[in-house]
Structure formats: structure tokens, C-alpha cells
């Protein structure tokens, strides 16, 4: 039925072969004979993870074929362009238990194995009516075409699955994240009070039936550089799903598409936005509707202190929480500043004495009534003494070991402490006390007094000093100094 192609070889029998550069049989075409849908879905997860089904898109057709016997395979088809593409197709695709031919119109010929370095030719044409003839070394089988499948759509039933610790992606720079109606509003407030960069917008779809009274409504947001334990809150809460976003689609957080859907990207449009859901759910928004940023679509309290309902005159109830300091277990972190009291005065002057140069030049440092702090960007290790704070924010100190209570992000404790200014905050048990930026000045000219220069007078020596004594040598014997600095030995 097929014989091996040989080097050089020019003429076949196959229509529309040829030998390519590297002297492989090659047609216009290539194809892969599927036995069910299922070893088709294996192959295009396996290409694309590992290169990308854009390449093929624009020539990519799925056919649906049937036997004489009425026995129904699945057919790949694409453009051959090289032996290079056909060689990484064949290896993915005998994996996936599929069989690689190459033709350019009806006849189809066993693409080159190991068997075959350069490929097949068959002996003789069969003669048929069908669409599409495939010769194998093993088999001559005829097919006609009952239809096709459309790969957008094939990709559109395909059910994400759960993602393995190892398949979890790194952090993306947005989210998208859906939520009905009933808890879109607090979603909108929770993200303005945490300070959360996104936009949002209303989505609707039209009802599926004449028994629906209206259609589906979803509150979608676009959420840039969110933290993650509130996207871990928001994938929690009933009613709220998060979706890692693509170039027009997005699949829920934690899972992941059967197919790279990044390598398949020409199936979907940037005017429009495909959700895959993890329970298999498919919502597509089209057009994309117009957004606009969360915080122009919070509400205002007008009138703060009023009544919450106007027919009772009943007075709001209103929870006002103070930041505490409380203990931690956490490890410390930019210990930058020290505060040191006022009894530890010089203690504080005989450890400057022995700062080196360069820990000298780095220290700041501001008088307080009862106390000094001394501030130091890279690290206040190099001045031991006095009560280590930790910046929790910029600007912003609590003392080391300790933590705010309630929980809050550094936006909102900057928010709250917005009168400061530029200047520093420190907290303590009373609350924070704010030093002003100028305070602080470099250690060398906040402690150091400044030189001036006095005269001092000063004249020649006098020869009126006391006189030195002298030796006289006397004959040797056992103690020669005995006696020496008596009066008599002076002369």
C-alpha cells in the first residue's frame, strides 16, 4: 500500500507532494486522524502547553468524519508550511494516540516515522467518491465529511479544573471579579474604605426564557494590585467570584483551563470578555460595558450625625473604634528609629563618643521634653539604647514588639494621621505624638556645641628650674646605687 520515499527522489504518486529543503515528503497540508473528541481535546492541551495554537488558528479546521462502516473519527487539519512544524505536530500527536498524514487535497499520505526518515508514497491511488482518503501502512480508509466543530465553541464547554499548588500562578497586576446585586454594594464600599485601585460597571443579559421575568445582572469590577488576603476574602464570600485575567477571557482563581488559553488568544476579542467559571459556566460579556472608578460611585453621607430614617427621628447608630498598641509575634521589621528618655541623657553622650564616622552621618536626631529621638533609614542597630520603634507606615513608628489594633493598612493609617503633615508619628500608650520634620537634624550638629576659637598667652621657659642630680662613680662593689638621691651625692 505505501512504499518509502527516497533522497532525491522527484516523482510520486501521491498528487500534490513534494520534497521539501531537507528532502522530507511534504504536502500543502498535514492532518491528524483522531478516534473521538477526547484524544483531539488531549493534543490541543498538550500543544499548548507547550507552544502556541495561534500558529495554526488561521488554517485550523476540525471536521467531523464517518466511515462507510458509519464509524465516526475526528480530523485535524492545517497548513503544512514545514517538516519542522509536521515533526513537533507528529511527536504531540502520537502521544495523544492520533496518526499524521500530509497531502494537499483528498489524498492524504503517511507523514515520515523512524521507519521512514523521509516519508511515504503510496503504490497506487485509490479510486473514491469520499471527501477525504487517508493511506496508512496499515490501512486505506475513505471518509465523508457530516460537519465540523468550531474551536471557540469547543473551548467555551470545556470545564476549568482545580489548580495544583505547583500550577498556581505568580500575583497579577488586576483581577476581575464578579458579584450579584445584593452584595455589589458593600463590595463597592470595602474596596473605597481599603483603598483598592478598580473600576466597576453593571453587566446584563437578556432573559433565557419567556419564563424568566428579567435577566441575569452582575456587578463586575476591575481590581488593580489588590492585596491577597482580600482577594482570598472575596473568593470566600458567597456570590463573589475572582478571575485571573487573559487578552479577553479570565478563569476563576484557583483553577485552570484544560487548554493554555495565553497561546489561543486570536479566539477571543479585546471588545468583549469571556468568564470561565470553576463549576463550568460560561459568561460572556459583549460588548464590554462602560466602567468607571469606585470611587465615584460610593455614597456620601450628608448631614454626619442625623437621623439614619427621616419618619422616626431615631438617631443612627454609629461604632467608633481607637487604634491600640498590643503585643506581637511577629518578627521585626525596618527598626529604624530608638526613642531614648531624658535620665538616659548621658548615657546617650558617652555612646556618641564611640559611634563610628559613618553611623554618626547616618543618625538624626530631635530633643523632646523628655527624651531624644534618633532616626536612621538604614537600621537603628548601631545605637543600643532606649526603646526600639518599627515603621508600620511611612512616617509612622510603633514600638518594637508591638502592633495597632485594629488591623489596618498603611493607606489608612495615613489617612487618619493626615494633620501631621511631613512630620513623624509615634505612638505610644497616650496615642501618637507627632514630631515635626525640622526637629530632626544630623547627631554631629544637634549635640556637638559650636567651635569658637579663643587666645591663649603664652611665653619661653626660665632657667630658675629645680637642678638635676648627678652621678659620681666610687669604686665597684655588690649595691653600686646604694645611697643614690642623698644630699650628699648631689653636687
Known amino acids: 500500500m505505501l512504499e518509502r520515499a527516497a533522497l532525491h527522489q522527484t516523482r510520486f504518486r501521491t498528487p500534490g507532494v513534494t520534497p521539501d529543503a531537507r528532502g522530507v515528503l511534504l504536502g500543502q497540508k498535514g492532518a491528524v486522524l483522531f478516534p473521538s473528541l477526547d484524544r483531539l481535546i488531549a493534543f490541543l492541551r ?213 487548554i493554555e488559553l495565553e497561546s489561543a488568544s486570536a479566539l477571543f476579542d479585546d471588545a468583549s470578555l469571556v468568564l470561565f ?55 521585626w521589621r525596618r527598626v529604624t528609629a530608638t526613642f531614648v528618655p531624658l535620665e538616659h541623657q548621658a548615657w546617650l553622650a558617652r555612646l556618641l563618643y564611640g559611634l563610628p564616622p559613618r553611623t554618626l552621618a547616618s543618625v538624626s536626631m530631635a530633643s523632646a521634653s523628655d527624651g531624644f529621638y534618633l532616626l536612621d533609614e538604614g537600621g537603628i542597630e548601631g545605637v543600643p539604647l532606649g526603646t526600639f520603634h518599627t515603621e508600620v507606615g511611612e512616617r509612622i513608628y510603633v514600638p518594637a514588639g508591638m502592633t495597632l489594633v485594629p488591623a489596618v493598612s498603611p493607606r489608612v493609617l495615613d489617612d487618619l494621621l493626615r494633620e501631621r503633615g511631613n512630620g513623624f508619628a509615634f505612638f505610644d500608650d497616650e496615642g501618637p505624638r507627632v514630631i515635626a520634620a525640622d526637629a530632626f537634624g544630623p547627631v554631629s550638629r544637634r549635640v556637638l556645641r559650636q567651635l569658637a576659637p579663643s587666645s591663649v598667652s603664652a611665653s619661653a621657659l626660665g632657667d630658675d628650674g629645680p637642678g638635676l642630680p648627678l652621678l659620681r662613680y666610687d669604686k665597684p662593689r655588690r649595691l653600686p646605687l646604694w645611697g643614690f638621691g642623698d644630699e650628699d651625692d648631689a653636687t
Open 46 to 258: 498538550a500543544y499548548s502547553s507547550e507552544g502556541s495554537l495561534d500558529d495554526l488558528l488561521p488554517s485550523l479546521t476540525i471536521g467531523k468524519m464517518v466511515t462507510s462502516l458509519k464509524t465516526r473519527e475526528v480530523l485535524l487539519s492545517f497548513a503544512a508550511e514545514s517538516s519542522y512544524r509536521m515533526d513537533r505536530i507528529a511527536g504531540i500527536a502520537k502521544i495523544a494516540g492520533g496518526m499524521v498524514f500530509t497531502g494537499t487535497s483528498r489524498h492524504f499520505v503517511k507523514y515520515r516515522d523512524s521507519a521512514s526518515p523521509l516519508g511515504y508514497d503510496v503504490l497506487e491511488l485509490q479510486e473514491s467518491v469520499d471527501d477525504v482518503v487517508l493511506y496508512h501502512d496499515a490501512f486505506v480508509q475513505g471518509y465523508q465529511q457530516e460537519g465540523t466543530v468550531d474551536l471557540r465553541q469547543l473551548v467555551l464547554k470545556l470545564t476549568p479544573q482545580r489548580a495544583r499548588p505547583d500550577e498556581m500562578r505568580s500575583p497579577s497586576p488586576r483581577y476581575w471579579l464578579t458579584a450579584e446585586t445584593g452584595v455589589g454594594h458593600a463590595i463597592l464600599n470595602y474596596i473605597f474604605r481599603w483603598r483598592v485601585s478598580a473600576r466597576a460597571a453593571l453587566v446584563e443579559w437578556a432573559p433565557e426564557s419567556a419564563f424568566d421575568d428579567q435577566g441575569k445582572r452582575l456587578h463586575l469590577f476591575e481590581i488593580a494590585d489588590p492585596p491577597e488576603r482580600i482577594l482570598e476574602l472575596f473568593d470566600a464570600l458567597p456570590g463573589v467570584h475572582v478571575y485571573e485575567p487573559g487578552p479577553g477571557y479570565a478563569v476563576e482563581y484557583g483553577f485552570r483551563h484544560p
Open 277 to 331: 467559571r470553576g463549576v463550568g459556566n460560561v459568561l460572556t460579556v459583549n460588548p464590554l460595558p462602560p466602567f468607571a472608578p469606585v470611587r465615584s460611585l460610593v455614597r456620601t453621607d450628608l448631614g454626619q450625625g442625623r437621623s439614619g430614617d427621616v419618619g422616626t427621628g431615631t438617631e443612627a447608630p454609629a461604632i467608633a473604634l481607637d487604634l491600640r498598641l498590643a503585643p506581637t509575634r511577629e518578627p
